[in-house]
Structures are given as structure tokens and as C-alpha cells.
């Protein structure tokens, strides 16, 4: 899906009462912004957008000093708590934002919840600007008859749990069954089936939670669906992923050729990465598997399998009625071309039996604070280049400016545009002119409220506790999952 934007109307980003700057004042405000004064910005958010807009800032503006707001005890945000714990590499950013964090222009405030320990409002009293990068903490409901039963659990917690993110440590699924469905065909979707499926001993060497590794070595689970509601060329999932499934040791791929009829001719004109992507796909489905590889399948334990043209329309529950036992699919068709495709009910269904059910269509923001606007059909906040639409110093970058798209590379270049913006503004004399307190006024108020911040300083001696404890295994890192203890080890 591409970004969404609004269109940049100049005399909308200022309530039309106030006028613009005059010339001279402009050009005081930016020498007095530039030469004397230390710009004080607050980034609501410690993960990649949150990071990477804060980077920016310290780059390009030699005295400014940004503070991190993060209501988790610990940094990193989707990096440690969504990444796959099979993709190591993929979290190597984390040094770089280590880097960051060290700076001694940087902040990093945790424990402290935006919204509720701390309005946005009294952050935009205490700092000449505010940059909200909180990311897409809820997922996408299915809004389908039995989602509230036992075995259906969002993908989005699903990862949570085996990545130990601290609200999803006690999830305990049950997979003591032979099937497990995904809704979705995204990179997440291709996530959590590869770590059902892939053999524990492959995982032993990870940073995945001790709990979730023993549940998997106890699991049952030999065949994933992996469901979309449209067809192959409109899959969400990229080749990386998709060639990591086919890969898999121990497994074997269910694709139905004739849902590639035709497919090859479509594809001549589609852009190279999804055409790369639909030549893995027919060649996996259509052609005959060399002597090794047909070997290999013929012996796996495991299989998984992906399936077109099906929407959800109830999950079916188990005889007594106590847990999840199948889903319902409708059969769809395809209407529309290129962007425009979209799924239509045929009216036929069909029953998929299966114990597990994970929904993987989305991930979306949540509205943070009454005084900043959100818009609830597209979930993210209305914003022009990232400045919030209405309300002056007040900015935002990543999944929640633009929506739960791309991969981290894509958030960095987005949370760059954001802080070149604010970076533009305070230059033009558009942010608050004289000295704001910063973090020493928000520190009164948390103290006040009976909060205590965790510094960076504090993460690092629950890292090397981590990574101790983690030693002590053969893995990179036993996570802490527990928010009572990790207070405990810092002697709070």
C-alpha cells in the first residue's frame, strides 16, 4: 500500500488569527535559534522511527538536545520485540541506535507512559517541539464470529510472545494440534509460520524467549495455511522471506498449480522485485524439484501451504464449544486491475479444520492524547510532511504518519524527512522562541505522580544481565520479561 499523505496547504499550519512571521522577525528568530539557543525536542517513542528522527536532529543541528520518551522499560521498540529472533542481522541496527543513545545531546526516558503519566501537551509546554513516533502498538481485528475463542490470537501478539514483549508474556498458546491457519500473506504472516515450523534446535541459538522455545519443542503443529483474500500477484510478502519458507529444513511447500494459471504472462510488465518474487513462486509450484531437494520434501515432518482467493467468515468452534476447531473461508474472486484489484464473495465457502488461528492483516496505531488529532478509519495522524496537521510544533514520523508499511529501511528515510522538516521550521523561526525547560520540568511532574524513568544507562545493566543469563544457554540473550523484576535489578 503506498504512503498516504496530505496535501500541503501553507496558511493551514498556522490558526488563521495568528499571521506569519514578518521578515525581520523571521530572520532574529533564526539567528537567535541557530547561534544561542539549544533547541529542546522530545521524541515520543524509542523504536526505529523514533530513533532514526532523532538521529537526524543531532546531526544536522549542532545544539539541539532530544529527549526519548518509551513506556516500555527498554529501547528498540519493533526491533527487539518484533524482529524474528532467527533474523539476527536484521537487529544489528540496534548499535546504531546504541550510538545515538550515547550522545551526550540524547535522552532516553523509559517507563514513562505519553497519554498518561505525561500529557502531550505539558511535553509541548516543556520543549520546542514534539515528535510523536510511537509506532502501531494494536493489530487489525477480523470482526468475524468466534475470534474470541481459545486458539485465535492476533499474529501481532502471537511475535509478542516469542519475543518476549512484556504485556504478551503469559499468552501460553495451545499448539497440542496437528493444523494452524494464518490470515494474511505478509512478511509478519511468513514470520510466525516459519518459527512454527522451524525445528527448536534451530532456534536454540536465538534471543527467542525460554517459554516460547519449550512450547515449541512441545508442539504438534505439522501443517501451516498461510490464507490471503486476493491472489499470488498480490501477495504482501517479499522474496527473502518467501525464499527462507521454501528453504525451510524439515518442511515442504503445498502449492496448487493451477492457482498460477496465467500467471507468467501477467508478469511480464510488473516492476523487477515483484516480478523476481512471481518467478520463486512458479518455479516452487510448476517445475520439478531437483533429485536433492524432491529427497528432502519427500521426508519432511512438516509442510506448509498458501491459499488464494479466501476471506474469513467465522472461526468454527470444537463440539463442547470451548476452543477454536476451524474457520470458514469464503471464496473470492478477483475485480479491478493493478492497485485497484479487490477481493468479491463468489457465495461459495468452504471449512479449513485447524486448532490454531492467527490473524496477520495489520497492524494499526492507537490515538494517543484527546489533544492530537487521529484519524480512526486510516489510523494514523493527519499530518503534511510529517508536521501535525493544525497544531504548530508538533510532528511525527514512521508507522504512525504514514501507516503500518515498508520495513525499516523505509522508516528511516521517512523519519529523516521528518526531522529535516522541524529542522526547516525552527530555522524559519516557526517553533516556540527562548528557552524551554526540557526534561527538567517533565521530571517534576513524573516525580510528582509517583514515576520513575529508566535511563539508558539503566537498560544497559538489564542488558548485561540479559546477555548473562544468555551466556549461560548458548544464546545471545535471555530476555527479561517481567517488568517487577527488571525494577527489582535496578534497585528500584
Known amino acids: 500500500m503506498a504512503p498516504r499523505c496530505w496535501r500541503w496547504w501553507p496558511w493551514l499550519a498556522w490558526p488563521r488569527t495568528r499571521p506569519p512571521p ?3 522577525t523571521q530572520s532574529f528568530r533564526q539567528q537567535f535559534s541557530t547561534q544561542e539557543q539549544t533547541p529542546q525536542i522530545c521524541v515520543v517513542g524509542s523504536g526505529p522511527a523514533g530513533f532514526y528522527t532523532t538521529q537526524h536532529l543531532l546531526k544536522h543541528h549542532s545544539r539541539a538536545h532530544v529527549d526519548i520518551y518509551e513506556k516500555q522499560l527498554v529501547p ?32 532516553f526516558h523509559g517507563n514513562v507512559v505519553v497519554g498518561r503519566d505525561v500529557t502531550v501537551q505539558e511535553l509541548r509546554d516543556a520543549y520546542h517541539a ?16 468466534g475470534e474470541e475463542l481459545p486458539g485465535v490470537f492476533s499474529a501481532r501478539a502471537f511475535v509478542g510472545w516469542y519475543n518476549g514483549l512484556p504485556e504478551n508474556r503469559e499468552l501460553a498458546p495451545d499448539l497440542s494440534c496437528d493444523t494452524a491457519v494464518v490470515l494474511g500473506q505478509g512478511n509478519v504472516a511468513l514470520d510466525v509460520a516459519r518459527i512454527l515450523l522451524t525445528p527448536p534446535e534451530h532456534l536454540e541459538k536465538t534471543d527467542i524467549t525460554e517459554a516460547a522455545l519449550g512450547a515449541l519443542r512441545q508442539s504438534q503443529v505439522k501443517t501451516v495455511w498461510i490464507v490471503g483474500r486476493r491472489g499470488a500477484l498480490q501477495v504482501a510478502f517479499t522474496i527473502k522471506e518467501l525464499r527462507e519458507m521454501i528453504q525451510l529444513p524439515g518442511t515442504r511447500p503445498i502449492l496448487d498449480p493451477a492457482d498460477f494459471l496465467g500467471l507468467q504472462d501477467r508478469i511480464k510488465e510488473v516492476p523487477r522485485p515483484r516480478k523476481r518474487l512471481m518467478e520463486l513462486l512458479l518455479r516452487a509450484a ?49 475485480e479491478g486491475v493493478g492497485e485497484a484489484t479487490r477481493a468479491v464473495p463468489t457465495g461459495d465457502v468452504e471449512d479449513l479444520p485447524c486448532g490454531l488461528v492467527l490473524s496477520s492483516i495489520g497492524y494499526k496505531s492507537r490515538p494517543i492524547d484527546p489533544s492530537v488529532p487521529f484519524d480512526p478509519k486510516l489510523g494514523v495522524i493527519p499530518n503534511m510532511e510529517g ?11 514512521g ?29 524559519a523561526g516557526l517553533l516556540p522562541s527562548g528557552p524551554r ?56
Open 76 to 107: 528498540f521498540g519493533l526491533v527487539r520485540f518484533g524482529v524474528a529472533p532467527d533474523h539476527p542481522e536484521v537487529k544489528n541496527v540496534i548499535n546504531t541506535f546504541t550510538r545515538t543513545a550515547h550522545s551526550d545531546r540524547c535522552a
Open 286 to 334: 510448476t517445475e520439478k524439484p531437483g533429485v536433492a531437494e524432491a529427497a528432502r520434501w519427500a521426508s519432511a515432518p512438516r509442510a506448509w501451504g498458501l491459499r488464494f482467493l479466501r476471506s474469513p467468515r467465522q472461526v468454527l468452534p470444537s463440539p463442547d464449544g470451548r476452543r477454536a476447531a476451524g474457520i470458514r473461508l469464503a471464496v473470492t474472486r478477483l
Open 22 to 24: 514578518s521578515e525581520s
Open 387 to 397: 508536521r501535525v496537521v493544525d497544531v504548530p510544533g508538533l510532528y511525527c514520523s
Open 399 to 427: 508507522w504512525v504518519k504514514r501507516g503500518p508499511t515498508g520495513v525499516i529501511t523505509t522508516t528511516m528515510t521517512d523519519s529523516f524527512v521528518t526531522g529535516q522538516i522541524l529542522l526547516q521550521d525552527l530555522k
Open 130 to 145: 514534539v515528535v510523536l513516533s510511537y509506532g502501531a502498538e494494536d493489530h487489525q481485528a477480523l470482526e468475524i464470529p
Open 437 to 492: 525547560p526540557g526534561y527538567a520540568a517533565v521530571k517534576a511532574l513524573l516525580s510528582s505522580r509517583g514515576v520513575w524513568p529508566v535511563s539508558f544507562s539503566d537498560w544497559e545493566k538489564l542488558d548485561a544481565e540479559e546477555v548473562s543469563r544468555g551466556q549461560g544457554v548458548g544464546k545471545p540473550r535471555e530476555k527479561l520479561l517481567d517488568p517487577q523484576e527488571m525494577l527489582r535489578l535496578l534497585g528500584r
